[in-house]
């Protein structure tokens, strides 16, 4: 148990101490972009399922890699928050408010705003790029696929995640949302599935940049303070 409980500090104890103090101090004020996209989340749902709503909804949140390009792109970011038709939606709502929330504490509001939208992006242009492969190749998708509509905000929740874990030391947790997007698309592979490996890859090539640019500017920073710079 002393063991598990090491292991437990180890990996969540910075992600723990980060969003504590925020969550006592402030309470729900510490997290309202989650708040406001939970809210937004219900909205859509409800309004999605009433006979005058469903094609409004479908016309400003729902995106299919057989519209136009500029037309996907403008409902990209709203699509984030309508949720998958073949999901319940309260597992919507708890992702966006659990991981939300963390990111918000964590990297702040518009951080999260737009590693979730580039995760979601990634998922979006991907299905794109798959169906003009073709079926025959190893990233392609069969052209049936460009009709499937292509919402929720699972891509983003696991790019948050995986950039979370990274991030904060988490690496074994980040490894294992890794590892179950893996086995899931092994296991049922369809679009979401192929979706959430392209978010993955993106939030992993951004974490590379993020590691770039802290190396390259923190013995510039420490050159302008007058101490010596880190490393050998």
Not at 69 to 84: E, G, I, Y
Not at 125 to 149: E, F, K, N, T
Not at 223 to 229: C, H, I, R, Y
Request: net charge positive.
């Amino acid at each position: 148990m002393k063991m598990l409980a090491r292991w437990a500090r180890a990996e969540w104890g910075e992600l723990y101490v980060t969003v504590r103090g925020p969550l006592l101090e402030r309470r729900w004020r510490a997290v309202p972009l989650s708040l406001a996209a939970v809210c937004l989340t219900a909205a859509l749902h409800f309004v999605h399922n009433q006979s005058w709503g469903y094609g409004f909804v479908q016309d400003v949140g729902a995106v299919r890699a057989a519209d136009p390009l500029w037309l996907a792109l403008l409902r990209t970011p709203l699509s984030l928050f309508v949720p998958a038709l073949d999901l319940p939606v309260w597992g919507a709502l708890a992702q966006i408010l659990f991981v939300f929330g963390i990111a918000e504490i964590c990297l702040g509001r518009w951080r999260t705003l737009a590693l979730a939208y580039a995760a979601t992006l990634a998922g979006t242009l991907y299905a794109r790029l798959g169906i003009w492969l073709g079926p025959d190749g190893a990233l392609g998708l069969p052209a049936s696929d460009a009709h499937i509509v292509d919402t929720g905000p699972s891509a983003a929740v696991v790019g948050l995640a995986v950039f979370l874990g990274w991030r904060y030391g988490a690496r074994f947790t980040a490894g294992g949302v890794i590892a179950a997007m893996v086995v899931e698309l092994l296991a049922r592979e369809n679009l979401a599935g192929r979706e959430h490996v392209a978010a993955i890859a993106a939030t992993l090539t951004l974490c590379a940049l993020s590691a770039a640019h802290r190396h390259h500017t923190r013995p510039r920073e420490n050159t302008d303070s007058g101490l010596p710079p880190l490393g050998p």
